[in-house]
């Protein structure tokens, strides 16, 4: 879901961006943008000239350039900073969820305690928590730092940090025990080992992030940057030598004019927009609920070629579920579900719970707790055999082959042959199956499935429309992972694969040319996620998985990439939009402004001056103007980023040239003729 976020121009956001835009003409923090750099050094420099001499221009028209130019400078750092505005908006409500939290910090605390559920605790801020440190977390409580349940299972609420309501389930063991400090168990209680040190938690660098304290530039804003200051350069050596040309015509060209045509030449309009637009990027993945950790993954994710996704928890929901049970040897239904019923009552995984409500709601069986007298027979490795013994009847539950080793007496039975028929059934159709017996007699197989998660089919293939191949990566065998894999609508699939396996695929796809993302919540997919070139964590995973990946899904939803992809294409044709807007609305302004220039030198130029602007002093202040005012009128344009249409390379460069390019060159010949009727009429040049 996307998260709210405030309005463009809201007083909220306007007032300290103002104030923030002041801030910013620090020259340690101006020089990292050297265009407007040297905007602001030929702005200080003729606010000098206004006080040491004039050049033969009246003191009004300087003092108006003056103004123009130090307002160009300042719509440039407030469009920067009303883009952290908005993040800033958007931590406030994250920084409110971390505030005043307190633990309950069981006493002995620290890496030898056991992760019993009898020990005291102690009420301490929880800034006081350290690695190691084990705290309760009971209903209603704000689970306090970072960490992952050690014992218990509760339902919590997450809403502060993913804005979605339904609350989800953390438990000890497997992948769904990562807990966030700021959200709220709302049942049950847990036991939760600290990960973290107070300031080093996961809601701590989200804060940061989207404030754009931590943001560096992308290589594509670096590669531009350096194009920016290149033409600079030109222009800059290009105006030093203009007065020796107009000595040499027997004239001279005013410092203040010299001035005015620098800053029209050089691309003020992109350098002033360019951090803009990157701070948007990633604020704009904020609001759907995904947290990147630099701009360089927002720009990578634009281009990504292959998409590989975990199975367990991205694809499917994580946990199999009961479907169906299948009866061997004349066995009835009713009394399969009966005997899988009693030896999952004791059974506390979700798997377990699943059977326990299948054989309720399909054969209506009122039985909801064992006997006094009844034994459990626990689940352990060794055995992978599951039950429970009533009197004299022993009834047992687990892997096809445990099974058939416990019942020698069966084993040879014609209901054995048709128990591994029934079995390999269920292995081909994407299943796990699990062996009933009771009393030494094979009672059938129960059907557990990795249910796919709702919608996906649709949106894998949204994705291939994109140009996107997708790839599930299992531990399963082949006949598990085919019928997932048809079932989900991957393209492509790998089983039985190790975490080396995932890693040397995309290393192998990488080093043909191919931009690779990766979908994982295990500790098991971390190495893939880091050396991936997008690495989505699933929030309800690991916090190694978290770490490893360079953007977290808040969410937990695969298809979220979709989003991603969308939101990584529109940063990049933003930054070329405004881009090509910003070379055109260049040229325009060499007609405005050379011609006013040069035209008591050489009175031929007058034929350049198309815009039929009335004297060379109201052209110079009319391009100064529209130079200025132009950027504050691409800054909602720049923050919310131009429309994404699934496009090839070239339909995309007509459709700039087409819109933005002629734009670009439309804008400033209506703009500054507008602005020249006014100036002339008012009087101020």
């Known amino acids: 879901m996307a998260r709210s976020t405030p309005s463009l121009f809201t007083a909220d956001l306007i007032a300290p961006a103002i104030g923030d835009a002041f801030r910013k003409l620090d020259p340690r923090q101006l020089v990292r943008n050297p265009v407007m750099f040297v905007t602001a050094v030929v702005a200080a420099l003729l606010t000098v000239l206004l006080f040491v001499g004039g050049d033969g221009l009246a003191l009004g028209f300087r003092l108006q350039l003056v103004v123009w130019l130090w307002l160009t400078v300042l719509f440039g750092t407030f469009a920067e900073a009303i883009a952290e505005g908005r993040g800033k908006a958007q931590a406030a409500s994250l920084r409110n969820a971390k505030a005043e939290l307190t633990a309950k910090r069981l006493a002995g605390s620290g890496a030898g305690l056991d992760t019993g559920l009898d020990h005291a605790w102690s009420q301490v801020p929880a800034s006081q928590l350290r690695i190691d440190d084990l705290v309760l977390v009971e209903t209603g409580d704000l689970i306090p730092a970072d960490g992952e349940v050690v014992a218990g299972v509760a339902s919590v609420n997450e809403a502060a940090i993913t804005g979605e309501s339904a609350p989800v389930i953390r438990e000890a063991g497997g992948d769904r025990s990562a807990v966030t400090a700021g959200t709220r168990v709302i ?103 995904v947290l990147a950790k630099s701009g360089r993954a927002v720009e990578a994710a634009g281009d990504i070629d292959i998409l590989l996704l975990d199975k367990t928890g991205t694809i499917t929901i994580g946990d199999r579920q009961a479907t169906e049970f299948r009866t061997v040897g004349g066995t009835s239904p009713a009394e399969l579900g009966e005997a899988a019923l009693l030896a999952s009552l004791a059974d506390e995984t979700p798997e377990g719970r699943s059977i326990v409500v299948l054989a309720r709601d399909t054969f209506r069986i009122a039985t909801t707790a064992l006997p006094a007298e009844a034994e459990i027979i626990p689940f352990t490795a060794q055995t992978r055999i599951s039950g429970v013994r009533i009197g004299t009847s022993l009834i047992r539950k687990g892997a096809v082959d445990s099974v058939l080793k416990a019942t020698p007496e069966a084993a040879e039975s014609a209901a054995s042959t048709e128990l591994r028929r029934v079995t390999d059934e269920i292995a081909r159709a994407g299943g796990t199956p699990l062996a009933v017996a009771k009393d030494g007699r094979l009672l059938g197989a129960i059907f557990l499935k990795d249910i796919v998660k709702a919608g996906i089919r649709e949106r894998f293939g949204e994705l291939r429309a994109m140009g996107i191949r997708t790839v599930m990566i299992t531990g399963d065998n082949p006949l598990t992972a085919a019928a997932i894999a048809a079932e989900a609508g991957v393209d492509d699939f790998l089983a039985q694969a190790t975490p080396e396996d995932k890693l040397a695929f995309i290393r192998r796809e990488q080093e043909g040319g191919r931009l ?33 990946g360079n953007m977290v899904d808040l969410d937990s939803d695969p298809t979220k990439l979709i989003e991603v992809v969308g939101l990584g294409k529109q940063l990049l044709m933003t930054r070329g939009a405004l881009t090509t807007f910003s070379v055109a609305n260049d040229v325009a302004k060499y007609f405005a402004i050379i011609p006013a220039m040069f035209v008591v030198l050489y009175p031929g130029l007058g034929v350049l001056n198309v815009m039929g602007l009335a004297t060379p002093e109201s052209a110079t202040l009319s391009a100064i103007i529209f130079n200025a005012l132009i950027i504050p009128a691409l800054v909602p344009l720049a923050l919310k980023g131009v429309a ?36 002339n009429g008012l009087g101020l040049a």
């Open 187 to 289: 049942s049950d209680a847990i036991r939760v080992r600290v990960t973290v040190n107070p300031g080093q938690g996961f809601l701590d660098r989200m804060i940061a992030l989207v404030e754009g304290a931590e943001r560096q530039k992308t290589p594509n804003e670096i590669a531009l940057t350096i194009l920016l200051v290149g033409l600079t350069i030109i222009f800059l050596i290009a105006v030093a030598t203009i007065p020796s040309f107009a000595s040499f015509a027997g004239g001279s060209i005013p410092v203040t004019v010299l001035a005015a045509l620098l800053i029209t030449l050089i691309p003020t309009t992109i350098a002033a927009l360019l951090s803009a637009i990157g701070i948007a990027g990633m604020d704009r993945l904020v609001r759907f609920n």
């Open 516 to 548: 690779v993302a990766m979908c994982g919540d295990g500790t098991n997919d971390a190495p893939a996620l880091a050396q991936a070139d997008v690495g989505v964590a699933m929030n309800t995973g690991t916090q190694a998985a978290r770490e490893a």
């Open 644 to 679: 994404y249409r699934p496009m090839g390379a070239g339909p995309l460069l007509a459709r700039n040239l087409a819109v933005y390019g002629l734009g670009g060159l439309i804008a400033p010949f209506v703009g500054i003729k507008v602005i020249d009727l006014a100036v």
